[in-house]
């Protein structure tokens, strides 16, 4: 184990996957979950010394006027670019590992044994080493580009570009011990997320 006596589970899956919802059924169920999108945005709070990389590598134009981050003009160049997304995962990246070692530490020292840390690019951060074994949220590629169109308000080119530069969930699942099919209604993912839990914990 990653941390002796305690059992983290990374939870990982594709863009309009469902992550979040499934988070939250584990969170109803009284495990702790770590979001590495929330690790993110405190890792680029105003004054913070990751934004101040930020803007020295892309200019002062991704800083808003009230100091924060404007993550639509920061978006706008990195995303078409592969090193410029790598320069920004290079400051991003060894921040959150920094901030979410600190979350795992707290929960554990404050008596929790069994939590989860949820990131989109838990594979491609190189950050499976965080945790004791992954679970991948999958669902069927028609429903994932209408969850994406319907979230976004984005045409179908524009959802199939996206997913197109992310990692095929096919091979994010590769890297799963547990997989949780989100292709179905909110209750049927509620009851599976339920049953995945008993028989994985042996919670009743």
Same mark, same amino acid.
């Given at each position: ?12 899956g594709g863009i309009a996957s469902g992550k979040s919802s499934v988070a939250r059924i584990i ?94 690019? =838990?594979? /491609?951060?190189? #950050?499976?080493? *965080? !945790? ?5 949220? &999958? ?5 994932? %580009? ?22 095929? =969930?096919? /091979?994010?699942? #590769?890297?799963? *011990? !547990? ?5 179905? &209604? ?5 009851? %599976? ?12």
């Amino acid at each position: 184990m990653i941390h002796p006596g305690a059992r983290i589970i990374g939870l990982t899956g594709g863009i309009a996957s469902g992550k979040s919802s499934v988070a939250r059924i584990i969170e109803q169920l009284g495990v702790p979950v770590i979001d590495a999108d929330q690790l993110a945005r405190e890792a680029v709070l105003p004054g913070s010394k990751s934004l101040a990389k930020i803007a020295g590598l892309f200019g002062n134009d991704v800083i808003a006027a009230d100091g924060t981050l404007d993550r639509k003009r920061l978006g706008e160049l990195v995303f078409a670019d592969i090193e410029s997304r790598r320069q920004l995962e290079g400051v991003l990246h060894p921040e959150i590992r920094r901030l979410g070692e600190e979350r795992i530490a707290r929960e554990i020292a404050g008596g929790n044994r069994l939590l989860v840390y949820m990131a989109p690019l =838990l594979i /491609e951060a190189g #950050a499976v080493d *965080r !945790v004791d074994e992954i679970w991948v949220v &999958t669902v069927r590629p028609e429903i994932q %580009l209408e969850r994406l169109m319907a979230r976004d308000h984005i045409s179908i080119q524009e959802a199939q570009r996206i997913i197109g530069s992310q990692m095929p =969930l096919a /091979e994010k699942a #590769a890297y799963g *011990r !547990v997989l949780i099919d989100n292709s179905g &209604t909110p209750e049927e993912t509620q009851r %599976l997320v339920e049953d995945i839990w008993k028989k994985e914990t042996g919670e009743r």
